[in-house]
């Protein structure tokens, strides 16, 4: 019996290798994600469930402004808005896919897109072609460091054509979308459209909501005056949405926890009061995913608009004004000597608070585009513009005298021309012969003024002879004239206030012509300001334009509390006697209600009592035709000052008519707006007073009748019980 051998089946030995590898990598593999797993695994939960929180600030409607007697003068007028909200990580071109919907939906003006931004534009939408702009040369540059990515950038700019920028209109509305959405800041709201949104674009863009990602409609609002362009300048102006917060500013602002495009008043009473007037704004927290999409939001505090001011002006006695001025502007104009003429201004203020009543300026303008002439406002003029005033400021060549002992009160002067050596003589209108203060005062003599000056500077005079003055006889007459607030800002609460200008010459001539006002320039304000430091017994008042601080309500139509009062600042008191500022009233009391007065016959009939000083400078044109000639022209300003009632003043006022009229005599437009602004005045205090008797007696009866029917039903009902 044979055995036979048995065959062995072998595995090859690579294949055992290569299994046990296998089983070497999975067992890693198993390994690895245990260790993901259970080490890392709320790591990684974390980071899928990561999210961002980013706090914005959502703007609300400005404070409004009220006159005096509470009359609305400045309010938001509510708009219709689009907006644009882009979350971060936004791409570029899917800001472009939805201002292509949008376009289909709303009309877009174009006026504002720049050549730069259809070059921005096509580089976006065509980005293969402008990577063809640049040649490898110059990508090469960039490697080795001799050119920039900016550099080439630059290069592809200006290597697009004119005929590749070629839009059509429908084509340059998305592009004028894409670029308000393309200047937003992420989770900001940003104004797409708010001039000029219809009902139906509205509704077309409410409808769409869905597929417009970013996009909502909103509210947004306007400034609105409710009286037109009448103290627009003052009021200010505030920036647009498009604007945002001002260059120059911006830093400023953004550590006050502004936005970039937030809207901030920009000048005058909108800049001066931005803290009181912008609001609270809502404080919304946002947060946001790993792929920058909203996923909660929390409103952090509820925004409350700005706070409203109350204005001292009073709108009916500043339209009144203006009117005066601009009829007397236009009917003087018409006469022959006129040609220089074009503004002219007004200032009235209670004296005894600095109130500002009235701060109206009116000139005349040329319109580029027609050629024609119209009349606009110019209230700002009154402390952005100075002129030398004249006679007007004698009063306080007076108590300057009065205050250096060079005169006292009472103190005769011969006026008669005065002849000093080298110097052209100098005179009154008249020869005056022997007078006083009070009289010099009253018939505005130079020749008094110039003695009182030469006195103060220390000279002597003699006829045909030099004058010799001490050099610091300027410098003293001006620091007493800046008691007063002439040559010094006035402060007022208005940013760009201008101090005047000073002569530099310091000849003896030029010190007498400083004594009657034609030296040095003050501004309206100033003007007013001086009048009424005299008017109220030597307190130079600060003058101001905002009466009260008051805080928003929900109804619209009401006025909130009180929130801050504005209370009279007394800059500082006159260094002068009590009755050397009364014998000043004295006599520009007897300039308007004295015979022989310079203002008499003005004031001299009228059923309230006025104290004024009238003003005539010789001066040259300084307007804005003052290139057009080669030498300079000579005119006339002429002003008045003055306060009312004489014995207990209640209003102070200025009037300056620059560049009145050529020639020694003219019209007498500043006295004549005297009188009418000091009649609508009066009259305006006498309607309400009667008004306010009128609703009293209305009330009293109404409270009467009442009494009277609960009588008669008492006596009703008692008669009943029996």
């Known amino acids: 019996m044979s055995t036979k051998k048995k065959k062995k089946t072998h595995v090859p030995f690579r294949l055992n290798v290569l299994f046990f590898l296998v089983f070497v990598l ?71 896919e939805t201002a292509e919907k949008l376009a289909k939906l709303i009309d877009k003006k174009t006026d504002k897109v720049t050549e730069r931004d259809q070059k921005d534009y096509w580089i976006l ?104 362009k009448t103290l627009k300048s003052v009021l200010g102006k505030v920036s647009s949405s498009e604007e945002g917060l001002p260059s120059e500013s911006l830093d400023y602002y953004l550590a006050r926890d502004y936005s970039r495009n937030d809207r901030v008043g920009k000048s005058y009473i909108e800049l001066q009061y931005e803290d009181v007037l912008q609001g609270q704004k809502a404080k919304v927290k946002n947060v946001t995913d790993k792929s920058g999409n909203v996923v909660d939001s929390e409103v952090i505090t509820e925004g ?56 109206a300026g009116k000139k005349y303008d040329k319109d580029e585009k027609t050629g024609k002439r119209t009349i606009n406002d110019f209230a700002l003029g009154n ?63 130079n020749v008094y003024m110039f003695r009182t000056a030469i006195n103060i500077a220390g000279a002597h005079y003699v006829p045909n002879e030099p004058l010799n003055i001490k050099a610091s006889a300027f410098s003293t007459m001006r620091n007493s004239f ?86 009279p600042s007394v800059l500082n008191r006159l260094d002068m006697k009590d009755e050397w500022i009364n014998r000043v009233q004295d006599g520009f009391e007897k300039v308007s209600m004295e ?27 300084d307007g804005p ?8 022209q000579a005119t006339m300003n002429i002003t008045l000052v003055g306060y009312a009632p004489a014995e207990n003043p209640e209003v102070a006022f200025a009037v300056v008519v620059p560049w009145a009229y050529q020639g020694h005599s003219g019209h007498s437009m500043s006295k004549e707006i005297g009188a009418e602004i000091m009649d609508a005045y009066f009259d305006l205090k006498k309607e309400r007073t009667e008004k306010k008797d009128a609703d009293a007696t209305t009330d009293l009866k109404v409270e009467n009748g009442k009494e009277i029917q609960k009588e008669q039903a008492e006596i009703r009902d008692s008669q009943e019980n029996e």
């Open 26 to 96: 999975f067992s890693g593999l198993i390994l690895r994600l245990g260790v993901v797993q259970i080490v890392y695994g709320d790591d990684y939960r974390r980071e899928i469930e990561r999210t961002e929180e980013v706090t914005v600030n959502n703007s609300v409607p400005r404070g409004k402004m009220y006159d005096r007697n509470l009359k609305l003068m400045v309010d938001n007028q509510p708009l219709d808005a689009i907006t644009y909200t882009r979350k971060q990580g936004t791409k570029q071109t899917e800001m472009v």
């Open 125 to 228: 939408n065509n980005p293969e072609l402008a990577e063809k702009k640049i040649t490898d040369k110059e990508r090469k540059q960039v490697e080795e460091g001799e050119l920039e990515e900016g550099d080439l950038y630059k290069l592809q700019l200006e290597r697009i054509t004119e005929d590749e920028i070629k839009l059509s209109k429908k084509e340059m509305e998305v592009l004028a979308i894409y670029r308000e959405f393309a200047s937003g800041f992420a989770l900001t709201p940003q104004i797409v459209k708010n001039k000029e949104v219809t009902k139906e674009e509205f509704a077309r863009v409410s409808e769409n909501l869905d597929s417009l990602p970013g996009v909502d409609i909103s509210t947004d609002w306007d400034r609105f005056y409710s009286y037109n």
């Open 304 to 359: 409350q608009r700005g706070k409203d001011l109350v204005l001292t002006v009073d709108i009916d006695l500043q339209l009144a004004t203006e009117e005066i001025i601009e009829k007397h502007l236009i009917s003087k104009k018409k006469m022959g000597n006129t040609k220089f003429l074009d503004r002219a201004f007004v200032v009235m203020m209670d004296p005894k608070t600095g109130e500002v009543l009235t701060m």
């Open 383 to 445: 402390i952005t513009t100075s002129y030398t005033m004249g006679s007007a400021v004698k009063g306080a060549t007076v108590l300057t005298g009065y205050q250096q002992e060079a005169i006292q009160p009472g103190t005769f002067f011969y006026d008669t021309k005065l002849k000093i050596k080298g110097t052209k003589e100098k005179g009154s209108y008249s020869n005056f012969g022997n007078i006083n203060d009070l009289t010099a005062l009253k018939v505005s003599s």
């Open 482 to 567: 800046a008691q007063f607030g002439l040559g010094v800002r006035t402060g007022i609460d208005l940013p760009m206030e201008m101090n005047g200008f000073r002569g530099s010459e310091t000849t003896p001539g030029k010190l007498l012509d400083f004594a009657i006002g034609q030296y040095d320039t003050y501004t309206p304000m100033q003007l007013a300001q001086y009048v009424s430091t005299i008017a109220n017994g030597g307190n130079r008042m600060e003058p101001h334009l905002v009466k009260e601080i008051r805080d928003p309500v929900d109804d619209n139509d009401e006025l909130g509390p009180i929130s801050e009062e504005i209370s």
């Open 595 to 621: 015979v022989g007065g310079t203002a008499y016959s003005y004031f001299g009939n009228k059923p309230y009592t006025v104290a004024a000083k009238t003003g005539t400078a010789e001066a040259f044109y």
């Open 625 to 632: 035709s003052r290139t057009d000639y080669s030498e300079p």
